[in-house]
Structure formats: C-alpha cells, structure tokens
Nanobody, 121 residues
C-alpha cells in the first residue's frame, strides 16, 4: 500500500525559505520518478517539480524554476523540496507523489495529507 507523508510546511514571510520532506513507502522507491504538486485555495492541484528515479533528471514548473530545488535520498525513501525566495502566490498545500515523466501527472491514486505552506507578511 502506497503511503506518502509530507512535512515541513509553515508560515513564512515573502522572500523566505522552507524545506519540505516526503517519506514514501509501499513501493520500490528507487524505481519511481517522484515529484511535488500543490493546491491553492479554489484552484486545481498543479505540478511543481519532479526528479528522476536516480536523481539525475529534474524538471520544474516555470512558476518555481530558479527558486525551488527538488532532491531525493533513495537510501531513506525520502524526497525533498527546498523552496527559496518564496512569494505569496506559492501559498498552497504541497503534496508528493510518483510522477509519470513527460506528462508530469501523478503516478499514484492515493495522496498523503499534504503540508500547508503559507507565504505572508
């Protein structure tokens, strides 16, 4: 059974930083491209970033390129999202999931509880 547990969100001022973590289990983590998605109030969930199974490939949504960095630790079944230069429009609940590369859509039907990121002064 796929389990995804996100953590690390919080309230931060514009220009600040946060590091999100996702603990994954229930599948062969090192075989799966992973990624982050986010859902802002009143909006659909959207793709943020992805990293290939070996960590050598990354791809970002234009809205976060140059500010966010995705990474993974296959020994710990963890994926991370370092978020710098945060903007109010980054406010959302952030989720991790497997990613189907090319389409950048979620791989698994199940989602974790997400972690809330609020960027506000």
């Amino acid at each position: 059974q796929v389990q995804l547990v996100e953590s690390g969100g919080g309230l931060v001022q514009p220009g600040g930083s946060l590091r999100l973590s996702c603990a994954a289990s229930g599948f062969t983590f090192s075989d799966v491209a992973m990624g982050w998605f986010r859902q802002a109030p009143g909006k659909e969930r959207e793709f943020v970033a992805t990293i290939g199974s070996g960590g050598g490939y990354t791809y970002y949504a234009d809205s976060v390129k140059g500010r966010f960095t995705i990474s993974r630790d296959n020994a710990k079944n963890m994926v991370y999202l370092q978020m710098n230069s945060l903007k109010p429009e980054d406010t959302a609940v952030y989720y991790c999931n497997g990613v189907i590369l090319g389409n950048y859509i979620p791989l698994f039907r199940s989602w974790g509880q997400g972690t809330q990121v609020t960027v506000s002064s």
